[in-house]
């Protein structure tokens, strides 16, 4: 894999747009790849921590060609482009920092297996979950699936209710569209999980790594990213 660090200039006009429109910076982003082939490619845009522009992080299969991207009026970028080669290595029980733009969603309604089985299509609708106890239960669930845990438990309230208390922050960032212009737009409901996780199977956390978590990937959701933990004594 491949882990790009991408610092946009905010004064430049498609920089604008695709910031604004996610389904926009998604074309912009793959034409550094292969059209036929790109391989899994994953993305998010935080802000630079010093500096404060807006920086775009990639992770891709493939090696990218970052020549590709525009250079209309203000350059795109205001840096070089930085890109390493990422081959981690991982243990278990290895604790990682991390953290994840996702969009956390349950599905209802549906066919059940055996009329799926029997060729009805009907496969649902997918629904944003907006509260924490909802979204910490989903990555909780996603963790369990994908060789990882999120370290901490669940907590009673003075009503008696499950409260979660990890070691994680849960920052709800409100509905993004994504659509493309001129056609039904998308929404998703954005959230930015970032903690400490442990790792509980190294072969289903790299695949998983890999794959993104959650749906809307091609949106800018779904890249986990990871950096040593702080050692404590």
Known sequence: MFLSKLTLNPRDRQTRCDLAQPYEMHRTLWRAFPP?????VLFRVDADRF?????VLVQSDGQPEWQSLPESGAHYLT????????????ATKERLRFRLRANPTKKVGGASKKERLAGKKDHGQRI??????EQMAWLLDKGEGGGFR?????????????VPNF?????????????????????FFAVRFDGLL???????????????????K??????????PAAVTS
């Open 167 to 187: 070691r994680v922050e849960v920052v709800p960032e409100g509905w993004v569209r994504c659509g493309k212009n001129g056609h039904t737009e998308g929404r």
């Open 36 to 40: 036929r082939e790109p391989g899994r």
């Open 198 to 216: 442990e790792v509980t199977d190294p072969g289903k956390f790299l695949e998983t790594l890999r794959a993104g978590i959650g749906s809307a």
């Open 51 to 55: 500096r404060g522009k807006p920086v």
């Open 79 to 90: 840096t070089s482009p930085e890109v390493k080669e990422f081959d981690p290595s991982l």
């Open 218 to 227: 091609g949106f800018g959701f779904g890249l986990l990213s990871l950096a």
């Open 128 to 133: 944003a979950l907006l509260h924490e106890q």
């Open 150 to 162: 999120i370290l901490g438990d669940w907590t009673l309230n003075g009503g008696g209710r499950k």
